[in-house]
Structures are given as C-alpha cells and as structure tokens.
C-alpha cells in the first residue's frame, strides 16, 4: 500500500502563491504516476495536474495550466504543487494520489484545504 499526507494549505489573497506537499510512503515503487486534484463545495472533483513519477513528464488541467506547477523529489518521495496567481476559483479541498499514466488513481490523501479570498 502506498500512504499519502498532504501539507501546506491555507488562507491566501487573490493573486497570491501557496506551494502544496505530498509526502509519500510505503510501496513506492509501484507508482508511475503522481497527481493532485481538488473539489470544490457542491462539485465534483476534478483533475489539476500530474507528474510521471520516474520520467517527470507532467500534464495540467487547462484551468491551471501557466499558474500551478507540479514537481516531485524521488530522494525525498515528495510531490509538490507551486500554485502561483491564484484565484477565488482555485477554493478547494486539494489531494495527492498515487497511481498510473493511464490514469488509474489507487491511493489518496487525506486532503488539504486551501482558500483564495478576493
């Protein structure tokens, strides 16, 4: 099993940053890929971005796509989420996951709250 622990949500202004953690643990290297969503009060969660876990390619949802950005340290087993410009919109509970390319998410964190005031 893979174990997943978010850090690093908070309050902050419209146009403001916050950078997201990910610490990863447990069977690691069963994973391929690495991803964050988030889900917003009344919606349905949605992708925001993933990193292949070995190779380091990444792919954003084009809502995001030029602000956030997602990174990993394998020595660290850490995945990050640079969040920069951000929007009221962007309000959300964020999650790590722990999966494949192809799409197949099988682990989750807990989830970390952030806030974009306007």
């Known amino acids: 099993q893979v174990q997943l622990v978010e850090f690093g949500g908070g309050l902050v202004q419209a146009g403001g940053s916050l950078r997201l953690s990910c610490a990863v643990s447990g069977r690691t290297l069963s994973i391929s890929a690495m991803g964050w969503f988030r889900q917003a009060p009344g919606k349905e969660r949605q992708f925001v971005a993933q990193i292949n876990w070995t190779g380091g390619s990444t792919r954003y949802a084009n809502s995001v796509k030029g602000r956030f950005t997602i990174s990993r340290d394998n020595a660290k087993n850490t995945v990050y989420l640079q969040m920069n410009s951000l929007k009221p919109e962007d309000t959300a509970v964020y999650y790590c996951?722990?999966?494949?390319?192809?799409?197949?998410?099988?682990?989750w964190g807990q989830g970390t709250q952030v806030t974009v005031s306007s």
């Open positions: 996951a722990a999966g494949s390319d192809s799409g197949y998410w099988g682990s």
